[in-house]
């Protein structure tokens, strides 16, 4: 627990530091705190040699529990044998064989008992080692994954700048970090975007159709709806974009891209509301 919670502290003020300092400047502070993980890494590999060895041990005792339990089984077998053939010659050698057969049946069932608490603190042992190794791969990733307004920052430059074979990974390594903060429908949108300039209007819809139906309220909601429905028309899919483009009039009525959706629908040929038959 102790080694736990060390983790977790450095962790943090790993995040504290990055979010203060420029994106990948390399400062005093950041070598301190890598040399801090650096050593929590030695420490666990050393309880991974230390389970190691443990482990061997184990094995050891149940190799020895398991060939004493055979020795036994054969000993009984010989000695049933014996007590047939001496039956008809000696009532006492009989009675006497019984008692060590009964003996022998008992050491045998401690033996197994044994055998049963030795495979279980074996199986805990690896429960551990996995816990641990599990923590360490934690422990790694957060000191890999720098701050949110970075990522995110790094994201927007390079998509402002037109590097359409970077950004995108980087808008989704930050809704696969940060995936409930209001700026992973930012990434979301801007996802859908780099696909529509690709001509890619199926990925286009799946990442603006992120936003409207998780970021209704973010301040990219009015545009990705309005783009989803551009996408959609493209697809060839006419009656679900106009459909989209008309809810994005109703909802957003005194909004730019309300303005926006007006002038496609009118190049479609059709009005802004939809016109519904009278009740015969």
Known sequence: MKIHRNLIIVALVIAVCFSLTPAWGVSKEIV?????????QDQMNAMKTSFDQQMGVMQHLIEDSTDKMNKLATTMTDLQTTLQKQQ?????????????????????????????????????????QQSL?????????AASVPPPDVLYNNALRDYTSGKNDIAPQEFSDYIKYYPN???????????????YRQNNFQDAV????????NFAGGNKAA????????????????DDGISELRHVVQRYPHAP????????????????????SPTQ
């Not at 301190?32 to 929590?40: F, G, I, R, W």
């Not at 545009?223 to 006419?238: E, I, T």
């Open 257 to 276: 891209e309300a303005a926006q959706a007006r002038d496609q629908l009118r190049k479609l040929g059709v009005s802004a509301t939809s016109r519904k």
């Open 88 to 128: 008809n010659e000696s009532g006492s050698h009989v009675e006497q064989l019984s008692g060590q057969i009964q003996a022998l049946n008992d050491t045998l069932d401690e033996l197994r008992t044994r055998l049963a608490k030795v495979s279980k603190q074996l199986e805990d042992m690896q429960s551990t």
């Open 206 to 213: 799946k990442n603006y159709d992120q936003v409207v139906q």
């Open 133 to 141: 190794a599990a923590q360490q791969a934690q422990q790694q990733q």
């Open 223 to 238: 545009s990705a709806q309005l783009k989803k429905g551009m996408a959609l028309v493209q697809l060839g899919q006419k």
């Open 32 to 40: 301190q705190l890598q040399t801090q993980v650096s050593n929590l």
């Open 181 to 195: 903060t209001d700026l992973a429908g930012n990434a979301y949108f801007y996802l859908g975007e780099i696909s």
